[in-house]
Every structure is written in structure tokens, then in C-alpha cells.
């Protein structure tokens, strides 16, 4: 305990506030209490990024099946609620308690799976960004074949392309010609561009243009910025619970609109290389 020269000593005279702190018989004392800071959790390795829009059926099963093929590493899952009406939030926080991997985002309002992912990303904190859907039709079994094919390749992206694609037919030549029309516009030869099982280094999507659409064209973004892009046979599912949000409209002719802003960019995107720097 202190006191300014012009203030009343304690009660008990100098002595007994000394004695009374255990400093009693010293000229002065000064007792500095800090604190304690928590040390900051350390950054995982790898973030999965999921958008969420009216999945709560399907949640618990995606976490555990998460937990089971990356269980053994440095994770985080980031699930960003994009303004679900079927209790999807309150499933979340429920899994909290059982999963201290998984970080919710929650939208004021539904904004779009572009949104969804671009949050996602921000508030990611690993080295490496895992993009999924929250619909079990990718399986998180086929997540470690990604950060392999990522590091034995040394590329920036690992994109998955669906092998025995488990969606009716309709649905199929719908994604078909979305495919097409992108791949075309865009010179690409990306198998899967609707496939949401990617891989990326976070350096590698740091700095790309984010836009509603753009989630469908990561890879040409990643080349357009100089990354390379490898591909990787997953696997695909059925639907178990839930219904699709997506349709013609927004599979085929966004797709069309999206492709020619893409286009657009990649014919003025800027292309130099810095002989040097001299300060």
C-alpha cells in the first residue's frame, strides 16, 4: 500500500500498513501486481472453411467426420452461418462443446456462398484454407489426399474434381454446361469448377479480387495471380439431408455472367517482373 508525503498514513501508522504487507522495517516498498496475459492460442496448421445456409441436419455428422480425417493434426473449422433459418445456429453452438476445433461466423442476413467463403477466409488462421460444402456430398476423408497432392507438388491450389457423381441427371448436365461455358470463356481446362473440395495456400488467395461468383473460379483467380493448380480425383455423395440452392439460373447463366467479368480481368490484369529496388 502507498500514500503521497501529503496524505494520511494507513490506519495503524506506517509500520502496521507495512507490517500489514509483509514489508515491515524497510524504507519503502513499491508492490506492482500485472495481470496475467493468456498467451495467444497458437495458428493451426489448416482452417476448413464451410458456408452454412439451412444445413442442421447435416452439421453433427460433418464435424465428426472432420474430427476422424484430421483428428490427428493442427486444425480449425471455420463455419460461417450465412443467415440460416432451420436452426443451423444453434446446432453450431451445440457442437462447440464437443468440437473446440470449430469457430462459428454468423451474417446478420444471407449474403451468398462468395460472401460465406470470403469471411471464412478472413477469419481463417491456418497456413493452409480448406474450402467444403456443408451438404455431406464432399467427404472429409478425401481432405488429406488434397494437402498431399498441395505439398508434394509444391503447387498453390489442389482443386478436387468429383469421380461417380452421386446428383440426378438434370443436375448433372446443368453442372455440364456451367462447366463448359466456364472453361471456354476463360481458356481453362479445370475439370470440376463446382467442385467445393479445394485446397489453397494462404498466401495464394491473399490478395485475389472478391466478387458474388468468385467462389466457382479460385483456380483461374489462383493462375491469374502466377499460382499453379494441381488436380485430385474425391469422391462424391448423395444428398441425405436438406434441399440443393442452387438451380438452372444460378448453375448456368450466372455462370455465363460471372465467366465474362472473369474474362474481363483476365485480359487487364497486370503481367511485369522487378528487375530490382534500389533505395
Same mark, same amino acid.
Given at each position: 500500500?502507498?500514500?503521497?508525503?501529503?496524505?494520511?498514513?494507513?490506519?495503524?501508522?506506517?509500520?502496521?500498513?507495512?507490517?500489514?504487507?509483509?514489508?515491515? *522495517?524497510?524504507?519503502?516498498? /513499491? +508492490?506492482? +501486481?500485472?495481470?496475467? +496475459?493468456? #498467451? @495467444?492460442?497458437?495458428?493451426?496448421? /489448416?482452417?476448413? /472453411? +464451410?458456408? &452454412?445456409?439451412?444445413?442442421?441436419?447435416?452439421?453433427g455428422i460433418l464435424m465428426d467426420e472432420i474430427a476422424a480425417a484430421l483428428g490427428g493434426g493442427s486444425y480449425e473449422?471455420? @463455419?460461417?452461418?450465412?443467415?440460416?433459418?432451420?436452426?443451423?445456429?444453434?446446432?453450431?453452438? %451445440?457442437?462447440? %462443446?464437443r468440437h473446440p476445433a470449430l469457430r462459428v461466423v454468423r451474417f446478420v442476413r444471407n449474403a451468398g456462398q462468395s460472401a460465406a467463403f470470403a469471411a471464412g477466409f478472413r477469419a481463417a488462421r491456418g497456413a493452409v484454407l480448406v474450402t467444403m460444402d456443408a451438404d455431406l456430398q464432399n467427404n472429409p476423408a478425401d481432405v488429406p489426399a488434397l494437402l498431399e497432392a498441395l505439398g508434394s507438388s509444391g503447387a498453390e491450389a489442389a482443386v478436387g474434381w468429383r469421380t461417380g457423381r452421386r446428383?440426378? #441427371?438434370w443436375k448433372l448436365v446443368q453442372s455440364r454446361i456451367a462447366n463448359g461455358v466456364r472453361n471456354r470463356l476463360n481458356r481453362e481446362t479445370i475439370r470440376d469448377t463446382g467442385c467445393s473440395?479445394?485446397?489453397?495456400?494462404?498466401?495464394? &488467395?491473399?490478395?485475389?479480387? =472478391?466478387?458474388t461468383g468468385m467462389h466457382r473460379f479460385l483456380p483461374t483467380l489462383v493462375k491469374m495471380r502466377g499460382?499453379? /493448380? &494441381?488436380? !485430385?480425383?474425391?469422391?462424391?455423395?448423395?444428398?441425405?439431408? *436438406?434441399?440443393?440452392?442452387?438451380?438452372? =439460373?444460378?448453375? !448456368?447463366?450466372? #455462370?455465363?455472367?460471372?465467366?465474362?467479368a472473369v474474362r474481363w480481368m483476365q485480359r487487364r490484369a497486370l503481367h511485369y517482373e522487378i528487375r530490382e529496388i534500389v533505395e
Open positions: 500500500m502507498s500514500h503521497t508525503p501529503d496524505s494520511p498514513p494507513p490506519a495503524g501508522g506506517r509500520e502496521g500498513g507495512l507490517r500489514g504487507a509483509g514489508l515491515a *522495517g524497510r524504507e519503502s516498498a /513499491v +508492490v506492482q +501486481v500485472r495481470p496475467a +496475459v493468456a #498467451a @495467444a492460442p497458437a495458428a493451426p496448421d /489448416v482452417s476448413v /472453411v +464451410v458456408p &452454412v445456409y439451412n444445413e442442421a441436419g447435416n452439421l473449422v471455420v @463455419a460461417v452461418d450465412d443467415g440460416s433459418t432451420d436452426g443451423s445456429a444453434a446446432e453450431l453452438a %451445440a457442437l462447440r %462443446a446428383d440426378g #441427371a473440395l479445394k485446397a489453397f495456400r494462404r498466401e495464394a &488467395v491473399a490478395e485475389i479480387p =472478391w466478387f499460382g499453379r /493448380v &494441381v488436380e !485430385v480425383p474425391v469422391r462424391h455423395r448423395p444428398r441425405r439431408f *436438406g434441399t440443393t440452392k442452387y438451380g438452372m =439460373w444460378n448453375r !448456368v447463366f450466372r #455462370a455465363l455472367a460471372d465467366a465474362l
